[in-house]
């Protein structure tokens, strides 16, 4: 009897420590290397996840800074004005002189403040010879070319924004007019560039990409010299051409300036473009890499 309750406690002692023993699922290099993989596949995903977010990022600022450039580039010009007897031989030897700065934006806006001394036989100015137009014309230093924009103007010429300034009392502080310009839309036989069919953003366009444009200034006088035969009809007393100054492009809070100072090749006429994007292009790639490491 003793016996079999020992062999019976043994069997049931052993039952009892089978049941007890904890058998796991994994073995515990399965357990590390499964854990490794989640935690990789993690690491995966965010870097995913923050490579889609820069690179949304990138392209976010890049259109914002290309569409606020666009929108606040402004280019400056200088003029000055005296005789050039090859594209106008009835001013030769005038000795009246002038200046110009013009500045004008992408959208189409084009602001000049001139100033003008009409001397000897020019003048004087008065009644009998008013100063009778100021314009932007399209054309090199040898050559006559239409009306791009007007600014003032009287009777026989577009009037544009109105009669210009005919001077000023020796006692006055002002020694320049400032105008606002207006696009030549008359159409023919008006001398308007591209007959009349160019709207003002175009021009723009068109004189900061390089194309030859000039400033002119007319009185009756020589609009009666140059109206005889074989002169050139309404070609100016005096002018000059429109040469690059320097530009400004605001972006984000920021503004920059690049100044010309004969040091771009303006035989394209791109130089301004080139700098404003390089660095648009600059501060973007900037950006982008700071997101990266984020």
């Known amino acids: ?106 959208d189409g806006s084009v602001i000049m403040d001139i100033r003008w001394e009409i001397r000897g036989d020019d003048g004087p100015i008065d009644d009998e010879n008013a100063l009778i137009g100021i314009h932007i014309h399209s054309g090199n230093a040898d050559s006559n070319g239409p009306i791009v924009f007007g600014f003032c103007g009287q009777d026989p010429l577009p009037p544009f924004g109105g009669t210009c300034q005919q001077g000023w009392p020796s006692t006055s502080a002002q020694i320049a007019t400032q105008y606002a310009g207006k696009i030549c839309d008359l159409a023919p036989p008006a001398p308007c560039y591209h007959n ?42 005096i002018r000059g051409q429109l040469i690059p100054k320097h530009s400004t492009i605001t972006s984000i809070g920021r503004k920059t300036e690049e100044k010309d100072e004969h040091e771009n090749d303006m035989s394209s006429g791109c130089s301004f473009k080139r700098a404003s994007l390089a660095g648009v292009g600059f501060s973007t790639l900037a950006l982008v890499g700071a997101y990266f490491t984020i």
């Not at 854990?35 to 596949?41: L, S």
């Not at 010009?77 to 002038?98: M, Q, W």
């Open 196 to 237: 009349g069919t160019s709207t003002a953003k175009e021009a723009v366009q068109a004189l900061i990409t390089g194309e030859d444009m000039y400033v002119n200034i007319h009185t009756t006088k020589s609009f009666t010299a140059n109206d005889a035969p074989g002169q050139t009809p309404a070609a100016g007393l």
């Open 1 to 106: 009897m003793t016996i079999l309750l020992n062999i019976c406690h043994c069997r049931w002692a052993h039952k009892l420590i089978k049941r007890s023993t904890y058998k796991p699922k994994y073995r515990a290099s399965q357990v590390t290397t499964k854990i490794d993989i989640q935690a990789k596949t993690s690491k995966k995903t965010k870097q995913n996840t923050t490579m889609k977010l820069s690179l949304i990022t990138a392209s976010t600022i890049t259109a914002a800074l290309a569409s606020s450039a666009a929108a606040d580039h402004t280019f400056y010009f200088d003029s000055e004005l005296a005789a050039d007897p090859i594209a106008v031989p009835t001013s030769e030897g005038s000795k009246s002189t002038g200046s110009g700065e013009v500045t004008v934006k992408s």
